[in-house]
């Protein structure tokens, strides 16, 4: 262990590193993580009776304000798929060892391992895809339509401005069945489409590509069939990686051919539509592979029913998308944001996830998915395969630009739904302030009382306005018996008698529209 002047003259160091941050306004969650280092450093020294001192630290905790936003973002994704006519799972947190093992090609040092307990070895599940495929093989379930919302973990290094965590939520979007081709898989796209634009998060564009595409177009390449899944975790790094660095990783580290990975350059850097598949059913090499054919064929039937759900405004077919995952059998994509802020960062910055221009937000891909028509067969004791096209939200990702957007704008967020506060404009009214709550209450409004026996008409009328709540219902002895509640409108501070029996409806009336 460090001895103390070393300590002390790390704490030192640290102290000015989260000044300096304070200084020069950096999110909230760049300094709580460099403030929780620094609580760190300094229990090393322990107290004054020489004990360590404990210091309280967790992963990541969510203020009212930022679960306000998520539970709005959460009941516009859950409506959407909800539209769409899907029902609901869930499934445990940890699964067995062996049913996530060798599902996510590179990624598997990612997932957390939990202790022997003398029992069965445990996993903590790293998405939703495979306990959803596991579901399914041990239900015996054929087709379905669900959505599931919930936890995930991955030994990952986090980066909280960009919306990387250990533990964060997904939103997945799955349909198995054995249907016809691509009318499953366009509405999954339609999905992401009409999540994305009504999230207002900014401009942004569906990639897609199909892993039969990129095995044919290894394989006339000249890639060797075992180095497929492997050249294309490489081919995946290209949205954060230049085509040199990708290359060089392939020939050097890979080893891969030269002549083969500057083949694959040149597919990798096409982009269209409908059109490019036709141009690719044409190309000498392409049209070579069986598999490459089959995947192009039905890029283009799934671009002619995007043109019918109109959203092909969006999207784009980009050879360069790979999706490491190795449970992917065809049509897989990929949403990213090209626009996150008020001032337009340069696309390939954010796309590469560098920063774009002061006022952006780069945040990387905000939703991915893809067609897994082989994961349930591997759970199925005979092999049955059961077809499933899916998308998963990067909830988290979309957390961290609307926090960043709330935060740069002057717009309060309000953190409770509360309709009314009942309030008194004279002492002793406590009984008839809680009386008038109740009746509130049974009716179905949202209310609030001050739990004080007097307190200051002010302070009430204050409380309203800082936490958002539209319309104060005033008592006092007059209104007592004239029958009648003092409504007020804190905004425009406009006040009417109401009589009692139609306060309900009168206070319904008026935050409907709100």
Not at 331 to 342: F, K, N, S
Not at 350 to 374: F, I, P, T
Request: aromatic share 6%; proline share 3%; charged share 30%.
């Amino acid at each position: 262990m460090a001895d103390k002047a070393q300590i002390q003259e790390a704490i030192k160091t640290q102290g000015e590193v989260v000044r300096k941050l304070k200084t020069e306004k950096a999110s909230k969650d760049q300094i709580d993580e460099e403030v929780a280092k620094l609580l760190q450093l300094k229990a090393q020294l322990g107290g004054d009776d020489g004990k360590h001192q404990f210091v309280l630290k967790t992963a990541k905790d969510y203020n009212p304000k930022q679960m306000a936003i998520r539970e709005k973002v959460f009941s516009t994704i859950v409506n959407c798929f909800k539209r769409h006519g899907a029902e609901t799972i869930d499934t445990p947190v940890f699964e067995l060892k062996e049913t996530l093992t060798g599902k996510y090609g590179e990624d598997s040092k990612l997932i957390y391992d939990l202790k022997d307990q003398g029992g069965e070895l445990l996993s903590l599940r790293y998405d939703l895809t495979v306990p959803f495929a596991r579901y399914l093989a041990m239900n015996k379930i054929t087709n379905i339509k669900r959505y599931h919302i919930a936890k995930v973990y991955r030994r990952d290094n986090p980066a909280m401005t960009r919306g990387r965590y250990r533990e964060f939520y997904q939103c997945d979007f799955d349909i198995a069945g054995q249907y016809d081709p691509m009318i499953p898989d366009a509405e999954c796209l339609k999905i992401v489409h009409e999540i994305l634009s009504e999230l207002d998060l900014g401009d942004f564009r569906i990639k897609v590509n199909d892993r039969r595409i990129l095995d044919g177009m290894f394989a006339v390449c000249g890639v060797p069939d075992d180095k497929f899944r492997t050249i294309c975790s490489t081919v995946d790094k290209l949205d954060k990686m230049s085509w040199e660095d990708v290359r060089c990783e392939m020939v050097k580290e890979k080893g891969l051919s030269e002549e083969a990975a500057d083949q694959i350059g040149e597919y990798v850097s096409m982009q269209g539509g409908q059109d490019l598949a036709e141009r690719l059913l044409q190309d000498p090499k392409m049209s070579q592979s069986k598999q490459a054919v089959a995947g192009l064929t039905d890029m283009k039937q799934l671009f002619s029913f995007l043109q019918l759900f109109q959203v092909t405004d969006k999207v784009v077919f980009d050879l360069s998308l790979a999706r490491g995952l190795d449970y992917y059998t065809g049509v897989i994509y990929e949403a990213i944001l090209t626009q996150t802020g008020p001032i337009p960062p340069p696309a390939a910055a954010e796309q590469n996830g560098a920063g774009g221009d002061e006022g952006s937000v780069s945040v990387g891909s905000v939703a991915g998915g893809g067609r897994y028509d082989g994961l349930v067969g591997m759970f199925d004791p005979k092999g049955r395969k059961v077809p499933c096209v899916g998308v998963s939200i990067g909830i988290e990702r979309v957390f961290s630009i609307l926090e960043q957007k709330a935060e740069a704008s002057a717009e309060k967020v309000r953190t409770t739904e509360s309709q009314v506060m009942v309030v008194s404009a004279q002492k002793n009214l406590l009984e008839e302030r809680l009386k008038l709550t109740a009746e509130l209450w049974n009716a179905g409004i949202k209310a609030e009382v001050m739990y004080k026996k007097n307190p200051k008409l002010l302070s009430q009328l204050q409380h309203c306005e800082d936490s958002g709540i539209p319309l104060v219902a005033i008592l006092g002895e007059q209104e007592l018996k004239d029958g009648v509640v003092k409504l007020r409108t804190v905004a425009s501070r406009d006040e009417v008698d109401v009589p009692r029996a139609e306060l309900v409806e009168e206070i319904k009336k008026r935050t409907s529209l709100v």
